[in-house]
């Protein structure tokens, strides 16, 4: 059984939306990954920091128009 990969974009929304939105994906899917893309600055930390304190695995890679915070669930 593969596991899901669900896309979010964020960027555009300031916080807190872009956390509500990436912690509401990651509390309906019991396995998987969830990638986010956000905007730098306070996005960029906030919604890192949230995945991390939830015992997630974040990686997060700069990207043209902002940045792609990959969280491993």
């Given at each position: ?6 896309e979010?974009?964020?960027?555009g929304?300031?916080?807190?939306e ?7 994906v ?10 986010a ?29 902002g ?7």
């Amino acid at each position: 059984m593969s596991s899901q990969v669900i896309e979010i974009d964020c960027r555009g929304l300031l916080c807190p939306e872009p956390v509500i939105r990436v912690r509401k994906v990651l509390e309906q899917i019991e396995k998987g990954t969830v990638v986010a893309f956000v905007d730098a600055g306070a996005p960029k930390e906030n919604v890192s920091r949230m995945a991390k304190s939830m015992g997630y695995y974040v990686e997060i890679e700069q990207i043209e128009d902002g940045f792609k915070i990959t969280i491993k669930k």
